[in-house]
């Protein structure tokens, strides 16, 4: 199992249990910050065919934060639930994603980051280590601390890859 992410460097053991649910907090507002005043054209547009727009990354984040507290949730209320796989790169060519303004995009991602946030601060202690069996990228067994992990990831590789979206 890889622990660090080749593309965007972000190691899944490098932020400390106290600080993962004001992780996935931030990020609405970081978000917002790199995005807000830029040319809505430049919002929209894809930096190369096959990868996002400013736009789509942060749609696809909020996706991610989404599907993750559903995830929280099976595994809250089951014991280690089956998670059938979820569209991943499919949504590259779903092009309802780019018919969203930017201020619905930002307000949907503030929301579901910030519910994901409110639900990690209410994990009690033993619940961190519950499992699931996962299907995507392969089949894996993974606890409620790798899925909030793997949340702060799709945020922090998303953000890097929305301010290269900006520049031609
Ligand atoms: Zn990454």
């Known amino acids: 199992m890889t622990t660090k992410c080749d593309k965007c460097g972000y190691g899944y053991h490098e932020v400390k249990s106290p600080e993962l649910a004001n992780r996935i907090r931030a990020f609405g507002p970081l978000f917002r910050g790199v ?11 894809r930096p190369a065919p096959d990868e996002y ?3 789509e990354n942060v749609l696809h984040v909020a996706d991610v934060m989404r599907q993750q507290h559903n995830r929280i949730w099976l595994m809250l209320v089951h014991d280690e639930p089956e998670v059938v796989p ?9 092009a ?9 995009a930002l307000d949907g991602l503030t929301e579901a980051s910030t ?4 639900a990690i601060e209410d994990l009690r ?5 519950y499992t699931a069996v996962l299907h995507f990228p392969y089949r894996s067994v993974r606890n409620i ?4 992990r793997d949340a702060i990831h799709e ?7 929305t301010r290269r979206s900006l520049t031609p």
């Open 53 to 55: 727009s400013a736009i």
């Open 125 to 129: 202690d033993e619940e961190w280590s």
């Open 155 to 161: 945020g922090v590789h998303h953000l890097i890859d």
């Open 86 to 94: 979820v569209p991943g790169d499919d949504s590259l060519v779903n």
């Open 115 to 118: 519910a994901l946030a409110d």
């Open 96 to 104: 309802a994603y780019q018919n969203f303004d930017l201020e619905t």
């Open 35 to 45: 995005l807000v005043g830029v040319d809505p054209r430049i919002v929209h547009r």
């Open 145 to 148: 601390d790798w899925v909030v």
